[in-house]
């Protein structure tokens, strides 16, 4: 198979099943049910250039997400197929109940637009979710929920910022700035 030409519909049509189920299980919070999608789970979220790489620290990256946003959701705006990959583009809504991070929780709801790259190896096992957002849109979000002339929420906003400083500190992943270019033959 030519690496621009689509897989047969047969093919598609099982990836996409994988995709929908696994987000499905996102979303109701089993977590065996989602890691059941890949060999290994790996996910890669672009924006903070991080990644999360085999069972633990997934598991552990869905109960970090959680405990801040528990009522976390997807509403899919659009599903693609590439010719390794399912593509879907998705709003991610939620509400900020605990902290993110160093971020402490401000009560706001956040609805933000996303891609995710749902790629899958020659033997179509799905091998990555790879996570294209904007961190800023969903903290403008959360911080925009708070009243500025109360002193409450004033110290949640001071908290916030410290937090998202801290969090903007850390080093990329070097698996994520150490890329190669794809061979696109002549």
């Given amino acids: 198979m030519s690496r621009f030409t689509l897989p047969p519909e ?4 099982a990836r ?8 499905r299980d996102e ?3 089993d977590w065996d049910a989602t890691l059941s999608t890949f060999p290994h789970p790996h996910y890669e979220l672009i924006a903070p250039m991080t990644v999360h790489d085999g069972d633990g620290p997934v598991r552990e990256y869905y109960h970090d997400t959680r405990v801040a946003f ?11 197929h590439a010719h390794d990959a399912v593509i879907v583009e998705f709003w991610l809504t939620g509400t ?23 790629v ?14 904007d961190q800023l849109t969903i903290l403008k979000q959360l911080l925009g929920g708070l009243d500025k ?11 916030a910022v410290v937090g998202a ?15 190669t270019a794809p061979d696109l033959g002549d």
């Fill in 149 to 159: 002339t109360k002193p409450a929420d004033l110290l949640t906003l001071g908290r």
């Fill in 10 to 13: 047969a093919v598609l049509r």
């Fill in 27 to 29: 979303v109701v919070q």
């Fill in 70 to 80: 528990p009522d976390q959701n997807h509403e899919i705006i659009a599903l693609r």
């Fill in 16 to 23: 996409e099943k994988v995709v929908l189920d696994h987000m």
């Fill in 120 to 133: 899958f190896d020659a033997d179509e096992n799905l091998i990555i979710e790879r996570i294209y957002f």
């Fill in 96 to 118: 900020h109940r605990g902290p993110l991070g160093k971020i402490p929780p401000t009560g706001s709801a956040h609805r933000t637009r996303m891609t995710a790259y749902f």
């Fill in 165 to 179: 400083f801290a969090t903007a500190g850390g080093a990329p992943d070097p698996r994520l700035t150490h890329t």
